[in-house]
């Protein structure tokens, strides 16, 4: 069997690397002229990190990312609704990861260079379309950077891995429309900062309507880390207004976020002072799509963003994406023909998926912090008060099961 894969994103690159370590041959097509450290921060849960661990990618990431110790959910105004361990402190046997989300990239990348050879990975090559017949499919990849002449390859299986405007996606449903958006603008920025709290944290502040999240994405060095920050804030009604373009490389100026960001309170951050050292802000819209009735057809499929792109709530999305890596891969090398594979692939992670991205849509775990925004908007004296230590467990930890990375203990703060 050979396998087409159209996008290196993380879960692209990361299939590429699940399929070789099953003897699987795979090639990948980029649309980019290069495999860039595009974005800023994510985080990657436990139960993805697991996946990249046996691939052998631990040691990599500790060079360049953070292993989260503790994520704490605030109000607005800086009033702690819930905290808890996370990763190896919850009991995981593997870490969550805060990095950015270019290097987790590049480790991923290298490391299919690596045991793949530089000549698995063709960039500048946009998926076009593609044929199918009995015996496999015939994919074209038109010369996205220089305008030069189209190419074709076939093989036995095509997986659309390029991302919420997948070309995969849109071949399949062609009236599907642009992305759903809900007027959100997320503003984005990372600088080298004095170590905050333990190095380790993470925090959350507001809910889905007014929010910003805060965490390092690089070791420290110096007294110093790179301190990645995110302010998500309504500020237009989608009935009536097009969402901004959503590409990484589009900057926001500081006179436009700096208002925004005043709003929020961290206990021990200058958020105002953050802001202002960021040299580069980007914007992009908060946006995701309608959960597809299918996502195969005959021997092509679609993974991560391209099948379930998701609001970043939760910190699920490339997680997600590597979870259906994994699983994708270990159906290509079980199954006895391959549209089996795929059948079983989306049979288990379409609505495991779908229900994710119908939760985001409505704050994930960080709900906790609307519902006690709802309750008391003009502050408390007792979270208890507002809203049950068991009722904010409830939430926090119902979305964690869901997700599938439930911790072994989960205390939170009373």
Known sequence: MTVLIAGAGIGGLTTALMLHARGIPVEIYEAAREVREVGVGINVLPHAIRELAALGLLDALDKVGVRTRKLTYLTKRGQEVWSELRGMHAGHDVPQFSIHRGRLQ????????????????????????????????????????????????????????????????????????????????????????????????????????????????????KGKQ???????????????????????????????????????????????????????????????RDPLPRWTFGRVTLLGDAAHPMYPVGSNGASQAILDARYLADQLAMAEHPRAALWQYEKERLPKTAEVVHTNRIGGPERVIDEVERLAPAGFRSIDSVLSHEDRKAIVGGYATMAGYARVRLSGTR
Not at 229 to 253: E, F
Request: charge should be negative; hydrophobic fraction near 45%.
């Open 106 to 221: 590049k480790v991923i990348h290298d490391a299919v260079v690596d045991r793949l050879g530089h000549k698995a990975v063709h960039v500048g090559r946009r998926l076009a379309g593609f044929i199918q017949d009995d015996g496999g499919v015939t994919a074209h990849f038109t010369d996205s950077v220089l305008g030069g002449d189209a190419i074709s390859h076939r093989a036995e299986v095509l997986i659309c891995a390029d991302g919420i405007h997948s070309a995969g996606r849109r071949h399949f449903y062609p009236n599907e429309g642009a992305p759903s958006w809900q007027g959100v603008v997320m503003w984005r920025g990372a600088t080298d900062w004095p170590v905050w709290e333990d190095g380790e944290s993470m925090a959350i502040g507001g809910g889905l309507g007014g929010k910003l999240v805060l965490y390092p994405i690089a070791p420290a060095a």
């Open 226 to 288: 790179l301190m990645n920050w995110v302010v998500n804030v309504r500020i237009k009604d989608p009935a009536v207004s097009t969402p901004p373009p959503d590409s990484w490389s589009r900057k926001a100026p500081l006179s436009e976020v700096l208002p925004h960001a005043l709003r929020f309170s961290v206990p021990g951050m200058d958020i105002g002072a953050l802001v202002k050292a960021t040299d580069t802000i980007f914007e992009y819209p908060m946006a995701d």
